[in-house]
């Protein structure tokens, strides 16, 4: 009896204190979300203008993409001052407005906390830059050249050299993404204080936590040892020296201690982890190592790489159903996950894994369903609600995302490949098919902006808009509205086990969830054939995307969510 008594303690505390497990996540993308002043970029003030609806929605936490002053290289993940906001996005006063309203509705706001490197704008930089006896020269990465050359092999994941000459000290400084975002050199102890501090000043200003940018990137093998160079590569893969480094598990301890520790604030922190694996993911989550609350993985958005992002290959079900059910069971008695199909990096799901032309709203909401009956924290990307879909993008001139251009030019003029070939990849992976601005209603830029916007509206807005959607019971915002309110409203979606059926199976994507004498069976066909489902579908029907079920077939995208009793 004691057993059973304990266990539902354990339960009932894990539901109070992790209030995370039964949220839905909201990111905003703040430069294309709403622009309250017509300059075509958004604002503060028009993410304050639509909060009432995400509280229509349901979501209970907004993660704002970063909004700190930057010389915007990367859309603001090259930060420049962490305690000022882009004046592009408003005043500080302006975010505490936000922030009040934010809290006034029931909801958490988090911010997007880039620590891994700084813009090279930051005044760390700009002094660290000035002379090699500057007290900040060792809060980056600097070395000496090699044979004239930089001090290591390694690429940047933007494309050429991780490495920057600079030539008022005549030496490099390590960057792993654009030369205008210098890594941080955290195996300075100044560093990780300094980054201490800002994100307690965050925090007493009332933000509810953060998102940590490639956060298992901070600690560096300090040798910097070249990286295996596969031949015809023009760079290193640095990567084993840099991602999941020796320290960053007692980095992120020690900022526990220092930022959260004494706060009994309901606080959530997720850290962006690419390349992570299930067992460094269970040691980031784990709750006896307080570390993170939860981390991005990205094994399931990068099935369908080939060689890399930009060899772009068609996704195999079962290698995605095998991929969602490792990280369910990896992550079942010791850990926590989150659940994404869509980010500001990431193509938009319902284009890329779904059919946006034949089965638009089906396959939108099929894989809205099978995400959100998963177990673990879901995270819904701005614009993912409504069923945005990619781009039609023509030409080059069409891409402002820095990751795209630099690749293009690197794969065209560095590597000679065909640029119909190389455009093809960028119109099916480029980042900037995420970054088009949210589709508010039918009128002139989908109400976006009342001026040009930064970057051009989907041409499909008069079709998928907020105006339309919300009025419409039917539509795929309504159908998101329903899968929140059910992981709200049934404890088995939160706490359930996962079992994966019919791994095999090409066409099928089948699993319950089990708890409390209930199980709930998703069952998804994946795909434009009607099948018969080997699987008995009985039980109360919760939730489903066609109108009426016809016995055991499901049609194309078709998704349903049975409960049954369970007896055994
Ligand atoms: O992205 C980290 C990351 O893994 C990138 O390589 C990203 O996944 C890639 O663009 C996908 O092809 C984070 C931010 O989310 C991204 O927006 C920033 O550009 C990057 O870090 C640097 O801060
Ligand atoms: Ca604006």
Known sequence: MRARATHLLTRSLTAVSLWWTNAVVYQ????????SNGDGIGDLAGIESKLDYLVDLGVDVLWLSPIYRSPQDDNGYDISDYRDIDPMFGTLADFDRLLAAVHERGMKLIMDLVVNH????????????????????????WRTGRDDGPPNNWGSIFSGSAWEYDDLTGEYYLHLFTKKQPDLNWENPQVRQAVYDLMNWWLDRGVDGFRMDVINLISKHATLPDGQQAPGELYG???????????????????????????????????????????????????????????????????????GKWDVRSLNLVELKENLAKWQYGLARVGWNSLYWNNHDQPRVVSRYGDDRNYWYESATLLA??????????????????????????????FQDVESLNYYRQAVDGMGLDPRLVMSSLQAMGRDNARTPVQWDDSAHAGFTTGTPWLPVNPNYPRINAAAEVADPESVFAYYRSLIALRHADPVVRDGDFELLLPADPDLFVFTRTAEGVRLLVAANVGDDPVESPVDLHGDLVITNYREPVGQVLRPWEVRVHRQEVTS
């Not at 520790?261 to 922190?269: G, I, P, V």
């Not at 995270?379 to 001139?397: C, D, K, R, W």
Request: charged share 25%.
């Open 28 to 35: 905003i993308y703040p430069r294309s979300f709403a622009d």
């Open 118 to 141: 700084t813009s090279d704008e930051h005044p760390w930089f700009m002094e660290s830059r000035s002379s090699p006896d500057n007290p900040k020269r060792d809060w980056y990465w």
């Open 237 to 307: 893969d640095g990567s084993p020296y840099y991602s999941e480094g020796p320290r960053v598990h007692e980095f992120l301890q020690e900022m526990h201690r220092a930022v959260f520790a004494d706060r009994d604030a309901e606080l959530l922190t997720v850290g962006e982890t690419p390349g992570v694996s299930v067992e460094q993911a269970r040691l980031y989550t784990d709750r006896d190592r307080h570390e993170l609350d939860m981390v991005f993985q990205f094994e399931h958005v990068e099935l369908d790489h080939g060689l």
């Open 369 to 398: 369903t099978v995400l959100h009956l998963l177990r673990g924290t879901p995270y819904i990307y701005q614009g993912e609600e409504l069923g945005m879909t990619n781009y039609p993008f023509a030409s080059i001139e069409q």
